[in-house]
């Protein structure tokens, strides 16, 4: 069992090796599930990305912009597993 140590100020800094136990990396959240009898259970949030979190995720990445033709024969490309 990992023991942690609790700060003045309420905080507690998990161990690496616990992070990596949970799948959790620098920057992700994670939810706390209170239980009876003092106990919770500890687990790497799921993402909540939406479709508008998605779109405009390239933006400005690319050197020249796709016509629509491209994007279409693309799609066509990838669609029939061809590369």
Known sequence: MTKLTVTNRGQVTFRKNVLQHLGIKPGEKIELDL???GRAVLKAAQ??????DFIGLFAGKTKKPLSIEEMNEIAASGWARKR
Do not use: A, K, M
């Not at 993402?47 to 508008?52: A, H, I, M, N, W």
């Open 47 to 52: 993402p909540s990305g939406t479709v508008d």
């Open 35 to 37: 239980l009876p009898e």
